[in-house]
Each structure stands twice: as structure tokens, then as C-alpha cells.
């Protein structure tokens, strides 16, 4: 249900930027309101404001710089992950809970590696073929944050608590809110699409 409604809020926030006063805006003001339509604004426009003047007012653009920096964490998180993994004296349960999470950063950083290339050969695409990519972009980052959290599950026990679980749930963190404006963003480019292109 909560899912649903913020997909909700999410259609509406981006409707009222493509039909408001989105043509007068900056390119800093554009990335702060598109920021408003994912999970974690403040950090979405901490992230991306620095990009602003090559983002300029392009959606695709804009879902495509949020996939690379949600790209760049995840292979940070990879390599605590496997730093941690490398650590002495773990705990037999956490040795293979982090073994499990260096399979599925794997997964993750390959996932967001796809939609980051897929997305710079979205304008050679239109109509059902451009919904086609789209949809995959959609499906690879979804997979990636689903990656992440399985990431972190492992470590939801109460007997996994000490520094490794804290190191790991700092970056994971993190790591996933980044990943999730990303998501946020790539629907809003493909919802912009949508509209401009069933225009009369």
C-alpha cells in the first residue's frame, strides 16, 4: 500500500513538473525539483548538485548522472564488503553472510553497469522500443537495490550485532537511499517521456 501510494505521489509530483514553470528553471533548480519526487531529497540533491551544469534540464541526463553516482558507492560498498570479509576472528555466521553480500554487490554493481550504458543510447530509441529499454533500466536498478537490502538482511539477526554489522550498515545505508532516488529519477524520465510523446 505505501509502495502504491508513493508510486502515486511520484506521477503526480512529475505531472506538475512537466506542466509548471519546469522551462524557467536553472539547472540547479531543475535538479532540486526533480529531487522532491524521490524518497530522500536532501541527499538526492547533496549528490547531484555538483553535476547540474552538465545535467542542464535533461531528464535522461539527470536518471543517468543519479544511476553513476549510485554506481560509484556501490563499488565502494563492494570493497568494504570485501575488505570486511577479509577481516580476522569473525564469527562463522558472519563470515557467510558476508560472503553471501560479496555475491550480491557483485550482482549489483554488474546491474547498475547495465542501466548506465543502456541509458546513454536512450535517444536512439522511440515508441514501443524505447519503452522496451526503459522498462530493463527500470528492472536492472530495481535488481540492484533488491541486491543491497539482501545485502544487509544477512546481517539482521540481533547475533550479528557488533562492528561489522555497524561498518557494514553505515555504508549499506547510505549506498541503498542513493540507489533508491536513482529509481525514483529513471521513472520520472520515463513518465516525462510518456507525455511528451502522447501529445496531440
Known amino acids: 500500500m505505501h509502495k502504491l501510494a508513493f508510486h502515486f505521489l511520484l506521477l503526480l509530483n512529475t505531472i506538475q513538473y512537466i506542466y509548471g514553470a519546469g522551462t524557467n528553471l536553472t539547472p540547479l533548480d531543475f535538479v532540486k525539483t526533480s529531487c522532491k519526487t524521490t524518497r530522500n531529497p536532501s541527499l538526492c ?15 535522461q541526463q539527470l536518471a543517468k548522472t543519479a544511476i553513476v553516482i549510485s554506481l560509484n558507492n556501490a563499488k565502494s560498498a ?13 564469527k562463522p555466521q558472519e563470515y557467510q553472510a ?9 550482482s549489483c554493481v554488474a546491474s547498475l553497469t547495465q542501466s548506465v550504458q543502456e541509458l546513454g543510447k536512450m535517444g536512439k530509441f522511440s515508441g514501443k522500443n524505447f ?3 526503459m522498462n530493463s533500466v527500470q528492472t536492472w536498478v530495481s535488481s540492484a537495490l533488491t541486491n543491497q537490502n539482501t545485502c544487509t538482511g544477512g ?18 545505508t547510505s549506498v541503498s537511499q542513493i540507489t533508491s532516488n536513482a529509481l525514483a529519477l529513471v521513472h520520472g524520465f520515463a513518465l516525462k517521456h510518456k507525455q511528451v510523446t502522447n501529445k496531440p
Open 131 to 133: 519503452d522496451w529499454h
Open 45 to 59: 540533491v547533496n549528490s547531484l548538485s555538483s553535476y547540474a551544469n552538465s545535467i542542464q534540464k535533461s531528464d
Open 98 to 106: 558476508l560472503k553471501d553480500c560479496v555475491n550480491s554487490m557483485a
Open 155 to 172: 546481517f539482521s539477526d540481533s547475533s550479528m550485532n557488533g562492528k561489522v554489522k555497524d561498518a557494514l550498515n553505515k555504508k549499506m
Open 78 to 90: 563492494a570493497a568494504l564488503v570485501s575488505k570486511l570479509s577479509g577481516t580476522s576472528k569473525l
